[in-house]
């Protein structure tokens, strides 16, 4: 017999969970761009690429499970956020998996090494992106909180000063991306042109996981402002 | 009167159908939010159900029986022909009783009160005349199934957002809980104790003054306060719970509470749902016993009401504790502090409703006060597609009922006169 109930139906499957799950699926993705990069300064190749595979393998296990939740978002659907930022924060994380996968499939791809004069900076550098994807993660996982205090009170002052966290995360790497560029321009001319504007073009993408990590978290505080 | 046994009969077996079909199906929404919440095991539930259904049918179903048996139907007006009304209250239990079977069968929403009301609008209009019905009692209860939706969600709004202003949003969410928590318990006692004090006890042969009945009220609920404060105590918290959702313990403590709050909605859904089924009989044996004559001034035997209440145990013991399983494990995402504000606030409203003789849809109140809940950013999820299932029983129920109970109030009147 079909027991279908008003009181049950009424509850429709919340996002917050999937949106964490992605998110942790996103950050392990992007966390792999460190043991890539090092294998890249130390020449190993062939761990490299296989690295290069474990995070092409992780964006598609997120892109699955952006699927599936955007799957499970009907319009029907009452939520303490509005639905549409729901989905800008689900496509913002997707689209730190997916920088994080062009970054290792062009590096990979072009068999780019790293210039010895910069290879300690450009490591610092992808460490503090990989930190502020970090930091990230750690905000959305304040979500279910927020639901549970009814986006109100200390949560959400706790919730805020985790996201000041993140800006200041993506300002530093700002600031170590310039320090790069200017690593990398003063020996530019002594490597072949065409390697040196595909460098400029990843140290360009690599900060861009840190800025789309920030931009998770600026969507989050939209959703406090209501 | 000549069938005066078969009638009284008749109307026993019906009405304990009815009331089985209502502790089978109707019980689990009711309980479904307290099971969903986990802060009962499903057994605790079935037990409280059955406990609480039986005293708020007997103690405070008074009301809403003597509207369902008289409020409706101008009586009357049919002091010539009291068989008339007697056909038609066995037909209107038989179907609304049938119509619950086959409705919940294919899962469609149904109202046991819709139905009952729409069957015996129906026999009224269409068997004995259109002046025969109270159009502005019936018109007031409807303005009452639009009402009580929105109060439950007032109320459930407003008491969430107290609960996030003196517990969950402050710096110590779990020594707030312990400190604040005990006064909802005696809140959900004293509520449920003096609605009942002062309008439903009546029927048991109870009256009391008001400043009487207020004092015991406040006993009962310094009563329970006292025990849940000793269950409050006795919890054991864990550090540990909190890492992961720093919420764990502060809810444990409303788990406590939710225990108190499932009672008062078992009590609530007694009091008002079970009239649904017992209304009729006491009709139809208050008819058939004064010997044919209808008796406008007669309160309601208490035998009639226990045998609303024990239909409603048997029904809840011998299928509804599956359909309680099934409504609690599809409620996942409702925590116990939501739970509480929702039932609450509910439970409230019915027996507030039941105090007043209003006969309500308990599950509708459900679910205005857990869209309250809802509005104050405390659900993450809702699905509003529960609305358009709400109209639906409107539209569908209250026809579908009157229909069936104009065809066999004909048929009974063929097979009787």
Known sequence: MVIKSSITSMFGSSPIRPLQQHMEKVHSCVKELIPFFEAIVAKDFELAAKTQKRISRLENEADKLKHSLRMHLPKSLFMPMPREHVLEVLTTQDQIANMSKDIAGVVTGRKMQLPEPIAELFLAFVARCVDASAQATIVVNELDELVETGFRGGEVSRVEKMIGKLHRVEHETDKLEQQVRHALFAIETDYPPVDVIFLYRIIDWVGEVADLSQRVGTRLQLMLAR | ?417
């Open chain 2, 1 to 417: 009167m000549e069938y005066a046994t078969v009638y009284i009969g008749l109307a026993i077996v019906f009405g304990l159908f009815m009331a089985w079909g209502i502790g089978a199906n109707d019980v689990a929404n009711a309980m479904g939010t307290s099971v969903g919440s986990k802060a009962l095991t499903f057994k605790q539930a079935v037990v409280i159900a059955a406990v609480f259904e039986l005293a708020g049918a007997i103690l405070a179903g008074g009301e809403v029986t003597k509207t369902i048996r008289k409020g409706i139907i101008d009586v009357s007006s049919l002091s010539g022909t009291p068989d008339f009304l007697i056909w038609g209250m066995l037909a209107s239990l038989l179907a609304a009783g049938i119509w619950l079977l086959v409705a919940s069968r294919m899962g469609w929403p149904v109202s046991t009160t819709h139905s009952i009301v729409g069957a015996i609008v129906g026999f009224g209009a269409a068997g004995i005349g259109m002046d025969a019905v109270h159009w502005d009692k019936v018109g007031t209860i409807a303005m009452s199934w639009v009402t009580s939706p929105i109060l439950a969600g007032i109320i459930a709004f407003a008491l969430f957002k107290s609960i996030q202003n003196l517990i969950i949003n402050t710096d110590n969410p779990v020594a707030s809980a312990k400190k604040y928590v005990p006064f909802y318990i005696f809140l959900v006692g004293f509520i449920v104790a003096m609605v009942t004090m002062v309008k439903g006890l009546k029927h048991v042969g109870v009256k009391l003054p008001f400043d009487q009945s207020l004092a015991i009220a406040a006993l009962v609920g310094a009563v329970i306060m006292v025990i849940g404060a000793l269950m409050i105590r006795r919890l054991k918290f864990d550090p540990e719970a909190d890492r992961d959702f720093h919420y764990a313990n502060m809810e444990k403590v409303f788990g406590v509470l939710m225990i108190f709050t499932a009672m008062a909605m078992a009590f609530a859904h007694g009091s008002n749902d079970v009239a649904n089924a017992i209304g009729p009989v006491a009709a139809v044996v208050g008819i058939a016993q004064s010997a044919g004559e209808i008796v406008v001034k007669s309160a309601t035997p208490v035998w009639i009401l226990l045998l609303g209440g024990v239909g409603i145990v048997i029904g809840l013991t011998t299928y509804g504790y599956k359909v309680i399983a099934t409504v609690g494990s599809g409620i996942t995402q409702l925590t116990p502090s939501r739970g509480f504000a929702a039932t609450l606030a509910a439970a409230t409203t019915v027996v507030l409703a039941s105090s007043t003789g209003l006969p309500i849809s308990t599950t509708h109140t459900l679910v205005g006060a857990v869209l309250g809940v809802g509005l104050a950013r405390g659900i993450a999820a809702l699905n509003m597609q529960v609305i358009k299932t709400i109209f639906m029983s409107w539209v569908v129920t209250l026809p579908a009922g009157a229909l069936l109970s104009i065809l066999f109030y004909f048929t009974l009147k063929g097979m009787f006169s």
